[in-house]
Structures are given as C-alpha cells and as structure tokens.
C-alpha cells in the first residue's frame, strides 16, 4: 500500500501544481493519472501548441509547461502511479481514505484533491456489436506490450495515425495483420500512409479500404470478427485480437459514483478552499464549479493555492498556518 | 432579417429546431449549438482536434469542402458518415442558409 499526506487524482497541470504549493507546507504527495504520462490536455490534445495567457511567460509550448512544472515540484519528490484509473474511494473510521486504481494499487491519505479535469480519457469505441463482451478477451483498445501480438492474428481498426504507426510495427510481430479502415485514403503522416500502402502491395499486410468491423463472435474469447465492405458485402475473419484505435475521449467515469455534489458532469465546491460536500476531498481546476467558474489553467492554480492552506489544516491540525512567500524562505526540499 | 440565416437541428424525434443564425460575428455551427444551450462538449474550443462537435449534415446546398484538419479527423471517427463534419469547421455564412444537423454521439 503507498502511504501518503495528499493524493491527487489526475496528473493534468493543475493536480501538478498542486504538488508545489502543497509541498511548500511540507506535505507529501502522489499523483495518480489513467494517462501513461502526466500534462492532461496539455500533453495528450496540444502539446504543440502555445499558450499565451500563463503569468510571466509571454508564450509558451503545452508541452514545455509541462516540463517546467515537473522541474518545480521535482524538490517535494511527488510520486505517481501513470497509466491507471482511479475507481473507487474509501473512506477509514479515522477521516482518512483508501484509493483504489483500476489495477488494484491502493493509496492510503489523508486528503483526496480531485484534479481530474474532464475526467479520464477512455479510448472511443466504434458501433460494433458484442465489443465490450469481449474486451480483455481479445478485444484491446490500445496496445501495451507489441508481444502480446507476436504470431497472432490481428485485426486493426482506424485511419488515424495511432492505427497507422502500430499496422507499421505490428506487421513484423504478427502472424497476419489486417488494417480496416473506413475511408478509400489516409490523411495521417504522408510517410506511415506510404510505407502501409506498400507493406499491403507485398503482401505483409493485408488491408481492407472502404470497410468496417460490424461484428466481433467468440466463445469466450474472441475469434472472429465480421467486416461489412463497401457497404453490401460481409466478409469473416479468424482473429486473435481485435485492436479499434480510434483515439481519447473525455469520460467523467467512477467520479460519478462517489457521492460528490454534481452540476452537469462537474463538482460543485466551496470556493473559500474548493472543498467538495464530503470533507477532505477537494476538487480543483476543469472538473470542478461554483458561479464565475472560468476552465482556465491559470484558474486551476489559484485554486491550488487555497485548497493547500486548507488541507493543511487536516493533516496538521494542531499547527496554525502562517503564510511564508518563497522569495524570503526559497523553496525547502523535502527529504 | 439582413446578416442572417436559419439552421435547423434535427432531435432524436425528427423535430427540426430553427436556430437564428447571424452571419457577420465569424460564428461556427459549433458556435451557434453552444450559444443555443445544446449539449456540444466542443472541449478544443473549435480547433478540430477534439472532433466532439461532430454534426451529421441532413440538408444543405453546396458546403465547403473540409480542410485536411478536419477530413484527418473524420476519417479517424468511428461513427463518421459520407455526411459528417465538424460543426466548429463550419462557418455560418449566407450560403448555409437551410442547413439541418444532427448532433452525432461523440464515443
Ligand atoms: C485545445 C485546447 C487549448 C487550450 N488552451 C488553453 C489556453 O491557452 N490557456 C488556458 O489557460 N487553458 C487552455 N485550455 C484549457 C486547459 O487545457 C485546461 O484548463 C487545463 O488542462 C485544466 O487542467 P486540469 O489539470 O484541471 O485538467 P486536465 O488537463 O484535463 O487533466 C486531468 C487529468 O486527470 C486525469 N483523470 C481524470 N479522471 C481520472 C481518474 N478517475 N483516474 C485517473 N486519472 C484521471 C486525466 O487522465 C487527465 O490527465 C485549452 C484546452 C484545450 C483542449
Ligand atoms: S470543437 Fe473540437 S473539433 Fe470542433
């Protein structure tokens, strides 16, 4: 179990920033984030793009603000669990909480801080009948370990360029590959299109143009999947796997279940310290609301700031906070 | 009146919803949704890179032809119809006059 003062759920640039201004009032954190790496939008939608509204930086990369705040709160040695959700939490009899992950890590704390943004980016799912019967069973929305698919037959669904990128990878580890796509063209990188056109003229691949899986059959475990082509002719393939890459959506997910105060899909908090209606659990930035809620990242700061001041006096609640600035007292590490 | 023109959002029921549209803000499809009160996440804020905008396109006259931005991503949607767009792409000028959309689900 990982003990800890603080968890943050969500790793986007404000649970990140979190760690900073928690960290100055010495207290502990680990964040955890159902992304494999942290940033939230910033890293996953725009990580090319600038921002020109973050205080004393005129302009500056998605994906460089990121890197900056990691550089801040390197000094209060956070630590993460990435690439897993969080579903569930627990409160204890003494105030404190059990968080628990989709892969079954547990968090013991003292404070929750929600900074979940618009919730968990889930993979988008296609119309196809019997799916999520057989996910975990064949049927793979991302893919983890390339070996997993070493001299199984797989079938990739997209015409992005996730789906391009692993026909690419996948068409040396699989037995045999077959790329379903919807279009007749693909807009994705000029050189993946080019290289898996080319990869299906040899033969290494197979590739079905102006089709769709409508279908995935099983017992048990997946395998066959049915591809309408052209719009009239159905055709069944033998699989092993089944991987549809059609990019992240947003989902407000195991959130909703907890019994936090909601107002269309958002928390609704108190903003003199941005505490939720179950005490100890805050929510700050995107996912939460109040009136005048701007979802900005410079908001979600703020909101940090005075969720801190607040936590702090759950975990130390025999001492009185004294505001210090860092100019006076730098910034002190903890061990 | 001048410097506008009617969209048409098409309900579950096939009910056709007017929407007064004003042509000389620079407003998208998206733009107007929003402003209307209708559930369109649009969580890119119209840059084509979320795609949870996506309109069917029921009627229309003749629509601009989508940029590669916005043909990269609907080749990439799942539920993508020879009919979608991204109503953030579309811009409300007088020749969409009588357009009618339907929202698509996002995932
Ligand atoms: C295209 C675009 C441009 C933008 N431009 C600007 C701009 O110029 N200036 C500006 O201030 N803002 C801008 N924004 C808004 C800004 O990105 C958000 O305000 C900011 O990302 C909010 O940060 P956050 O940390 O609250 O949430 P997010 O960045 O959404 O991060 C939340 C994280 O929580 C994780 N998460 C959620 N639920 C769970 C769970 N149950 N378990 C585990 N992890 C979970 C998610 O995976 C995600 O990584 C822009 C947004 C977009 C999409
Ligand atoms: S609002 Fe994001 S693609 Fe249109």
Excluded at chain 1, 133 to 138: C, H, I, L, T, W
Excluded at chain 1, 282 to 288: C, F, K, P
Excluded at chain 2, 18 to 37: F, Q, R
Aim: aromatic fraction near 6%; hydrophobic fraction near 40%.
């Amino acid at each position: 179990m990982i003990t800890t003062d603080i968890c943050i759920v969500g790793a986007g640039p404000v649970g990140l920033f979190a760690v900073f201004e928690a960290g100055l009032l010495k207290m502990r954190c680990h964040l955890v984030d159902a992304l494999p790496a942290v940033g939230g939008q910033l890293s996953e939608i725009y990580p090319k793009k600038p921002i020109y509204d973050i205080p004393g930086f005129p302009e500056v990369l998605a994906g460089d603000l990121v890197k900056n705040l990691e550089q801040q709160i390197a000094p209060f040695h956070p630590t993460f669990t990435l690439g897993e959700r969080v579903e569930e939490l627990q409160k204890q009899e003494d105030g404190s909480f059990i968080v628990l992950t989709s892969e079954g890590t547990q968090i013991a704390c003292k404070v929750v801080v929600i900074a979940g943004g618009l919730g968990s980016f889930e993979p988008r799912k296609p119309a196809v009948e019997n799916l999520e019967q057989f996910e975990g069973k064949g049927v793979a929305y991302m893919v983890k370990d390339p070996e997993t698919f070493r001299d199984k037959k797989v079938v990739l669904a997209g015409g992005g360029d996730s789906a391009l990128d692993w026909t690419i990878f996948l068409a040396n580890v699989a037995e045999e590959l077959t790329l379903v796509h919807r279009g007749t063209t693909f807009r994705g990188a000029p050189e993946s299109a080019e290289k898996v056109l080319s990869l299906a003229e040899e033969g290494k691949i197979n590739l079905m143009l102006k089709s769709n899986v409508v279908e995935v059959q099983g017992n048990g475990k997946l395998n066959a999947v049915s591809v309408l082509v052209d719009n009239n002719a159905n055709q069944k393939l033998d699989v092993d796997y089944f991987i549809p890459l059609f990019g992240l959506v947003p989902k407000l997910g195991p959130l909703e279940n907890w019994g936090l105060e909601l107002d269309k899909n958002a928390i609704v908090v108190n903003t003199t310290d941005y505490s939720t209606n179950i005490p100890g659990v805050y929510a700050i930035g995107d996912i939460n609301t109040y009136p005048g809620k701007l979802k900005l990242i410079l908001c979600g700061f703020h909101e940090a700031a005075l969720m801190a001041q607040s936590a702090y006096n759950i975990i130390y609640p025999d001492k009185k906070f004294v505001l210090k600035y860092t100019t006076v007292n730098g910034i002190q590490e903890l061990a | 009146m001048e410097n506008t023109i009617t969209v048409y959002l098409e309900q579950e029921n096939g009910e056709r919803i007017p929407l007064e549209t004003p042509t000389d803000m620079g407003l998208s499809i998206m733009e107007v949704l929003k402003a209307n009160e209708f559930d369109v996440p649009a969580i890119c804020g119209g840059m084509a890179i979320c795609a949870t905008c996506h309109v069917e396109v029921l009627e229309s006259g003749e629509l601009p032809e989508p940029s590669d931005d916005e043909a990269y991503m609907l080749e990439s949607l799942p539920h993508a119809t020879e009919r979608s767009r991204l109503s953030c792409q579309l811009k409300a000028k007088p020749e969409l006059d009588g357009l009618v959309v339907r929202l698509m689900p996002e995932a």
